[in-house]
T-cell receptor, first 111, second 114 residues
Framework: GEDVEQSLFLSVREGDSSVINCTYT??????LYWYKQEPGAGLQLLTY?????DMKQDQRLTVLLNKKDKHLSLRIADTQTGDSAIYFC???????????FGTGTKLQVIP | KAGVTQTPRYLIKTRGQQVTLSCSPI?????VSWYQQTPGQGLQFLFE???????NKGNFPGRFSGRQFSNSRSEMNVSTLELGDSALYLC?????????????FGPGTRLTVL
């Protein structure tokens, strides 16, 4: 089955850019998602990208997809303390119904 | 617009018991998905319901079941609880369950099995 991997931890200084990386194994994955989970809360969908796209930008967020290497990244520009959370990468062939989540990357923003 | 609500928020059960969790989606949303989140296994998809029908199921044993009512509210049931079932159970709703529909998550039900 699909495997999605992320590094566990990332620490950045406030105002810097954060880059969270993710790799997946199933080349048939057509939808790739980034979610944010704050302490005690459910998940919040941040953005998604189709497998036929290379890049998607949404305000401070930039998603880059390298389909050949099955590598996905999320760049957060001008990182703020409010961005401290766990970020999950997820890959799906048919959308939410067949989704596999990564282990999550805990982002710590140092003031 | 009210968000996704889940009840109860916390639950403590003992091994062998059964439990029912409830999820009320955002008004107008017809798709409800359930996920299990544990420190060891991470976030795993349980199943998805749309218009009272289970459309897809993850790799969980038959002890895990669910249903959806005509008002789109959904329940998840776990029978013969095991210690490993201790987890945060998240419910999410979307308009039609399409890949590009934004999925909204509830705060989760924290289940502890003793």
């Amino acid at each position: 089955g699909e495997d999605v991997e992320q590094s566990l931890f990332l620490s950045v200084r406030e105002g810097d850019s954060s880059v969270i990386n993710c790799t997946y194994t199933d080349s048939s994955s057509t939808y790739l998602y980034w979610y944010k989970q704050e302490p005690g809360a459910g998940l919040q969908l941040l953005t998604y990208i189709f497998s036929n796209m290379d890049m998607k930008q949404d305000q401070r967020l930039t998603v880059l997809l390298n389909k050949k290497d099955k590598h996905l990244s999320l760049r957060i520009a001008d990182t703020q303390t409010g961005d401290s959370a766990i970020y999950f990468c997820a890959a799906a062939r048919g959308g939410y119904q067949k989704v596999t989540f990564g282990t999550g990357t805990k982002l710590q923003v140092i003031p | 617009k009210a968000g996704v609500t889940q009840t109860p928020r916390y639950l403590i059960k003992t091994r062998g018991q059964q439990v029912t969790l409830s999820c009320s989606p955002i008004s107008g949303h017809r798709s409800v998905s359930w996920y299990q989140q544990t420190p060891g296994q991470g976030l795993q998809f349980l199943f998805e319901y749309f218009s009272e029908t289970q459309r897809n199921k993850g790799n969980f044993p038959g002890r895990f079941s669910g249903r959806q009512f005509s008002n789109s509210r959904s329940e998840m049931n776990v029978s013969t609880l095991e210690l490993g079932d201790s987890a945060l159970y998240l419910c999410a709703s979307s308009l039609g369950g399409e890949p590009t529909d934004t999925q909204y998550f509830g705060p989760g039900t924290r289940l502890t099995v003793l």
